[in-house]
Every structure is written in structure tokens, then in C-alpha cells.
């Protein structure tokens, strides 16, 4: 059987029939009995006192936070660079056809273990995944390899399920990392609904760069870190606003993970968005977690405490500033769900398609956005998904939705003005 699909180069095509080859000579060979299948398996260390951690770069609150829980437990922690020399690395180890964030992260782990002389078999690549319908499972094979291929082989390396980090971690990194993308999320929250509204422009931004160094300081340190939340949230609080004129077009940013909030992989798009008088809208990174909960608790007879006591976690920091985000609070996940299958969609599969098409139903029927913008690296098979499915979602709602894919090259966020100065003349 040969696989063909739109990607119809003549090097497509020829990799393809020399794959195939490949494969049958080898069924022959093992039929033969001349050779013998290896079983392989990729690395699963552990992570021990010592070792330096390198975490990727998802974006400068996320990573940071969770490389300060890291630091906080007795674990030097380094987090990757996400830049242009990161991306063409990583591309030299990669077949091509991998998603755009799999290519920059491995990328960015040979830089920073090159240039930081590190001790490959001292250094712990954490990459936590889960079972997504995409390659995401596939990222620490892959990163294995681009290790050894690259003359750093042994790097430690864990399988660690994303959604229970606890089970290979220590609990009080596990906890801390849930927390910190509790906290980034509010942060994020924060800048985003008051900085378009502040009287003096760069206020806004000011207190987001200490609330950002307070909150790192109190995982760093461990620190109180609702107390640290508590007074970064008055510090947004006392920015004077001015929403006489009412409120500015409301952009929900969707999408992939990685591209959502790394301004590397945007090429700054939530900057271009805000610059052009939208007011953006940014879900926390907790929903994924929420996601794979509510699905063990939904097919697999999960005990539900779980997913109610991270939603208890969550609704507790968030409280801390209710009456300044207002409709921004995190939804329940289920909403989104029955949002969907109420809108005909049936099938609920764990990842990034049904993430995004329940939050986009949720912003459009509850009124939480004008439009939404959804950005996805090069090949990400959810988003390719999502965007086809959008075009029906857009067409029933009346509400522009706009795809953006990145590669690492030319300018996709260019497109955006011309609907940007439709919506502002709604
Ligand atoms: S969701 Fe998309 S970008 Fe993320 S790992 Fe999967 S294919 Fe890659």
C-alpha cells in the first residue's frame, strides 16, 4: 500500500517508494530467518539529584515558571531558546515532516547542551507528553535520536505523561507546575483585558514585567505564591482605565499550545492583534489537564475528586481577581463539550481539535469574543482538522475566524490587518 497525499513533490513520492522497499526487503529478510527483530524502546530515565533540567520554551512566563519549580526542588533548570538558530538545528536532525514546535524544541536542547558544555549523561530533557491524535507522543523518540545523530547521546530522557507528572517527578515539582500555569494564565488574563483601557500607555506592561518577577521569585523560593498572586492582582487593579468608549473587539486566540503563546512561533502576533485595537482573549493553559481529566473521568471510570479538586485550585487563585476578568473566569470543560455535541458534533477525541472547537463555542455562544484567531505551526494534524471544521462553525455564527499556520519563515500575521480594521468599523 502506498501512502500519497497532497504533498505531491517528486521527493515526496520518491522517499515514499524507497520507505516502501525498505519495509518489504525486511519482512522478506525476518521471513527468511536472516535477521532477528530488536525490540527497541526509548529511554525512560529518571531524574536524579544533580542533573541539570532543560526545559522547553513554550513562552517567557510558562517555561520560566515551570523551570523555577524545577530550581525550587534542588534541580538547576535551564529553558531553551525558541529562536531562529534553534529552528534551523533542530531541522538538520529532523526527516522534515514533523510540526513546527517538535523541530525548535529538540533544536533548541542540542544548542543549549552545546554551548553550555553539559554533561549529556547529567542532563535531564524534560519533555512531558501525552496520547495525543497527533505526533506528540512521538517527540522524546525523536529527540533521542537528534541526540545521538547530533554526538550527545545520553541525555537523560523521561517518558513523563504530562497529565500526571507526579507519577515520575517529585510532588512538589508536579504541584508547582500545575500551579505555575494557573498563575501564568491569570497573568496573561490580566494584561490582556486592562492594558487596552489604560489611561497611561505602558502601565499596563510595567506591572505585568514585576508581577511576573514577584510570582517567579515565589516559586523560586518558595514563597506563598497566592499571597504573591494576591498583590500582583492590586497592583492591575490600581492601573487607571478608561472604558467610556465601551469595549474593543474581543480576539479569541486558539490553537496549538506551542504557538498559542510562544511570541517566537507567532512572530509577535498577539502584539500586531492589540496594536490594531482588539482587546485579546486568552484561555489558561489548564484546560489541557482539564481536557484529559474530565476523559478518564467521562470513558474510564476516573474518580471525579480529581478533576474537581484542579478546578477548585483554580477557581481559588482566579477568585483573587473575579471582578477584573470577569468573563474570562475558566469555564467548566464539560461545557464546551456538551457545546459541541449539542452542535452535532458526537465524537468527543481527547486533544487539541476538541479543545479548541468547545472553547470557540463557548466564547461565540456566551458571547465571550468577536472573532477568534487560530494559530498553528506548519503540520499539526489537529489544527489542519480544527481550521476545516471552523469554516462550518464560522458560516453558523456570523463570527470571523481567521487560521494562521507557522513554518518559521515569511510574515502570515500580515493578513490579519485588513480583518482587524473590519472588525474595529463593526
Ligand atoms: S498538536 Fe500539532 S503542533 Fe502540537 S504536537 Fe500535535 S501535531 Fe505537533
Redesign the pocket.
Known amino acids: 500500500m502506498l501512502q500519497l497525499d497532497e504533498h505531491a513533490s517528486d521527493v515526496g513520492y520518491t522517499t515514499r517508494l524507497e520507505a516502501g522497499l525498505r519495509s518489504f526487503a525486511n519482512h522478506l529478510r525476518r521471513e527468511a530467518g536472516l535477521v532477528k527483530p530488536e525490540p527497541t524502546r526509548p529511554r525512560d530515565d529518571r531524574l536524579e539529584p544533580g542533573d541539570t533540567v532543560l526545559v522547553p520554551y513554550l513562552d517567557r512566563l510558562i517555561s520560566r515558571f515551570w523551570a523555577d519549580s524545577f530550581t525550587r526542588a534542588g534541580y538547576p533548570a535551564v529553558v531553551l531558546e525558541a529562536d531562529e538558530k534553534a529552528l534551523n538545528t533542530g531541522y538538520r536532525y529532523a526527516s522534515g515532516g514533523?510540526?513546527?514546535?517538535?523541530v525548535s524544541i529538540v533544536g533548541g536542547a542540542i544548542e543549549k547542551l552545546r554551548e553550555g558544555g553539559l554533561d549529556p549523561a547529567r542532563t535531564f530533557f524534560f519533555m512531558p507528553t501525552s496520547c495525543?491524535?497527533?505526533?506528540?507522543p512521538q517527540?522524546n523518540v525523536l529527540a533521542e535520536l537528534a541526540f545521538r545523530t547530533a554526538g550527545l547521546g545520553g541525555v537523560k530522557i523521561g517518558q513523563i505523561n504530562g497529565m500526571a507528572l507526579a507519577e515520575r517527578l517529585p510532588q512538589s515539582v508536579a504541584a508547582r507546575i500545575f500551579e505555575s500555569n494557573i498563575a501564568a494564565g491569570l497573568l496573561y488574563k490580566l494584561r490582556y483585558r486592562i492594558k487596552p483601557y489604560e489611561r497611561q500607555a505602558g502601565q499596563t506592561v510595567e506591572v505585568f514585567d514585576r508581577a511576573v518577577e514577584r510570582v517567579s521569585a515565589a516559586i523560586r523560593e518558595g514563597g506563598d505564591l497566592r499571597a504573591a498572586l494576591s498583590a500582583v492582582v492590586e497592583e492591575f487593579r490600581a492601573i487607571p482605565r478608561d472604558e467610556s468608549a465601551g469595549r474593543r473587539p474581543r480576539v479569541a486566540v486558539l490553537g496549538?499550545?506551542?504557538?498559542k503563546y510562544s511570541e517566537a512561533a507567532n512572530q509577535r502576533v498577539l502584539d500586531l492583534v492589540e496594536s490594531q485595537g482588539a482587546e485579546l482573549v486568552l484561555p489558561s493553559m489548564t484546560e489541557y489537564a482539564f481536557c484529559y481529566y474530565y476523559a478518564d473521568v467521562r470513558f474510564h471510570g476516573d474518580d471525579p475528586r480529581h478533576y474537581r479538586l484542579l478546578r477548585a485550585i483554580e477557581s481559588r487563585y482566579e477568585k483573587l481577581a473575579a471582578d477584573l476578568i470577569g468573563e474570562q473566569l475558566e469555564p467548566d470543560f464539560a461545557e464546551g463539550v456538551r457545546l459541541m455535541e449539542a452542535w452535532r458534533v458526537k465524537h468527543f477525541i481527547v486533544?487539541?481539535t476538541s479543545i479548541n472547537l468547545g472553547r470557540a463555542l463557548y466564547y461565540l455562544e456566551h458571547g465571550g469574543a468577536e472573532a477568534v484567531l487560530h494559530l498553528?505551526?506548519m503540520?499539526?494534524?489537529?489544527?489542519v482538522v480544527t481550521a476545516s471544521i471552523y469554516r462550518k462553525m464560522q458560516e453558523d455564527y456570523g463570527v470571523p475566524i481567521v487560521d494562521l499556520f507557522y513554518e518559521g519563515t515569511g510574515n502570515p500575521n500580515r493578513i490579519l490587518i485588513p480583518h482587524l480594521a473590519y472588525l474595529r468599523g463593526k
Open positions: 514533523e510540526c513546527l514546535p517538535l495525543y491524535a497527533c505526533n506528540f517527540f496549538d499550545l506551542y504557538v486533544g487539541e498553528n505551526p503540520f499539526c494534524c489537529p489544527g
